[in-house]
């Protein structure tokens, strides 16, 4: 394992940083907050941290909208602030990782400002533009936060692409001073010492707006090999690309061992419940048990010596995963123990999201309380189409964003000890019962479920090489498989449901080293007790 990339082995934490933690009281989480809880971190164990964007921005979609990629947000901080992090970090062994917004920026952006003010301006290139006129779009194209993807600009008497916000316009790929402008960019903070980045929407910069190819554009390998040839290969960064429109076979040229494009890819086939054709992302279609072991077996068998994995199950565009695929009621610690074995045991690198190493949970607030643009738009949008309340609050209950920006939950303090002031959005109301502070102080918590996971994986050799094989795959209730290597053999298997279930294995593992359970009688063959899960291992004979 001696060439292995530092990132094979490593668990990566993703923070959202105005939920993190707020150091000024102004209700807001910042960059010096998480300097102050970086020993909770380097307790957890992680290696690196996945920042989501903190530079300049009118915060239209949180940061995502970026004005200026060569500064910091006031809100976060300042480019002081951010050195400083990478620095205090890197002592606790912790890279951090930028998330970068390629695909678009603000409109509010010096590009773009200067884009808008007529055909002949040298940035106008910069963007997509197409002719018409104030009354005919150039075509049907949507925004991912609904209504058209075209905006008109009656300075230009043309319309730009924006494939997310209105305030968020698409850049043009196909000018090669756009290409060269983000190359030099990146590499300025490659120079600042930062260990890598996170690639938003990364599938959508071959754009083909005119064929209405959005996702994996003829020219997408190629920019993604340029881009990577100019900076990525540098340093040992890791680089991973969030592409919805991954699948096993374009994996394989965005995470080649060859590092020609990318280290790894977020592909989110186990993420889109809906399921249906012609049906639209806010539709409840809950994903069946053995389409999502099918399509993690799948991942895991296809990728196996041609790629590489990111193994997550929420982030900051999803619910929590206690929430989505496991109980968070009764079995809310047992189904988030679980949730953890079943995905930390397959071979990628596996991401955190903030607070998931507590098993927060969703919520269900008045819609007052939210603030992401995407629900609020789709609120207003469903209703119009005649979709009851209820039907609206179904949806967002489930599938809201802000189910996963909600302050963590560092204390039962007056809001959850993420701020002394008002927090920008509303905490979740059961901070008191889930908090960092009482299970630090916990043994059997799920934070150190988690940090046992982590240490695992630094230790056991057949987490990071083993070959992946499915176990017991036609059984309705229980996740299991194996990862095999030369010098060892493990098993995962986990029970999906709150009640016993029974299976029959060929081979006998009970004389195995149980490793980890979330159970405290540990490991009994043929019986899992609601929401158990357990990871044991046999080493082969004659190989110590």
Not at 174 to 194: A, F, H, L, S, T
Not at 366 to 394: A, C, F, P, T, V
Request: proline fraction near 5%; include cysteine.
């Amino acid at each position: 394992m001696q060439d292995t990339p530092w990132w094979k082995s490593a668990v990566i934490y993703q923070i959202y940083p105005r939920s993190f933690y707020d150091s000024n009281g102004d209700g807001i989480g910042d960059l010096k907050g998480i300097v102050l809880k970086l020993d909770y971190l380097a307790e957890l164990g992680i290696d690196a941290i996945w920042l989501s964007p903190v530079y300049r921005s009118p915060q239209d979609d949180n940061g995502y909208d970026i004005s200026d990629y060569q500064d910091i947000d006031p809100i976060f901080g300042n480019l002081t602030d951010m050195d400083a992090l990478i620095a205090e970090a890197a002592k606790r062994g912790i890279r951090i990782i930028m998330d970068l917004v390629l695909n678009h920026t603000s409109d509010e952006h010096p590009w773009f400002v200067e884009a808008k003010k007529s055909r002949k301006n040298p940035y106008h290139d910069y963007y997509v533009w197409r002719d018409g006129d104030e009354n005919t779009l150039p075509n049907d194209l949507k925004s991912a936060f609904c209504g058209s993807a075209w905006e008109w600009v009656p300075e230009c008497g043309q319309y730009y692409l924006h494939q997310f916000s209105v305030k968020q316009p698409d850049l043009n790929w196909e000018n090669p001073k756009v290409r060269k402008e983000i190359y030099q960019m990146i590499q300025w903070w490659v120079d600042r010492g930062v260990g890598g980045f996170r690639l938003d929407v990364i599938d959508l910069i071959g754009k083909e707006p005119d064929t209405g190819v959005m996702a994996e554009g003829k020219m997408l390998h190629p920019y993604l090999k340029e881009m990577s040839s100019a900076v990525f290969q540098q340093k040992e960064l890791v680089t991973v690309g969030e592409a919805w429109s991954a699948t096993p076979q374009r994996a394989f040229l965005y995470s080649s061992p060859d590092g020609s494009e990318l280290s790894m890819v977020f592909q989110f086939e186990h993420i889109v419940l809906d399921q249906q054709p012609g049906g639209e992302k806010w539709d409840l279609a809950p994903l069946p048990f053995a389409k999502f072991k099918e399509i993690f077996t799948k991942w895991q068998t296809s990728l196996y010596q041609k790629g590489w994995n990111s193994l997550f199950l929420n982030n900051h565009d999803l619910p929590r995963a206690v929430s989505r695929f496991g109980d968070d009621g009764e079995y809310r610690e047992k189904s988030a123990k679980m949730l953890a074995l079943m995905l930390h045991g397959m071979q990628g690198t596996p991401y955190i999201y903030q607070g998931e190493e507590l098993g927060m949970t969703n919520v269900r607030y008045e819609l007052s309380d939210y603030r992401d643009i995407e629900l609020l738009n789709m609120y207003r949008e469903r209703k119009e189409k005649g979709y009851s309340e209820q039907e609206i609050m179904d949806s967002i209950y489930a599938k809201g964003r802000d189910n996963a920006r909600t302050p963590m939950q560092w204390s039962g303090e007056p809001n959850a000890g993420f701020t002394e002031g008002t927090p920008w959005i509303r905490v979740n109301p059961n901070y008191g019962s889930i908090n960092a502070e009482e299970e630090l102080q916990d043994p059997d918590s799920v934070f150190h479920f988690y940090q046992k996971l982590i240490q695992l994986r630094k230790t056991i050799p057949v987490l990071i090489d083993g070959k992946f094989e499915p176990v017991l795959s036609e059984h309705p209730d229980i996740f299991a498989y194996t990862r095999t290597d030369e010098k060892s053999c493990l098993l995962v298997i986990c029970n999906f449901t709150g009640r016993e279930v029974r299976y029959d294995l060929a081979e006998v593992w009970e004389d195995g080293e149980l490793l980890l359970s979330n159970e405290e009688n540990g490991f009994a063959q043929g019986l899992l007790r609601p929401y158990e899960a357990n990871m044991v291992i046999k080493r082969k004979e004659g190989v110590s």
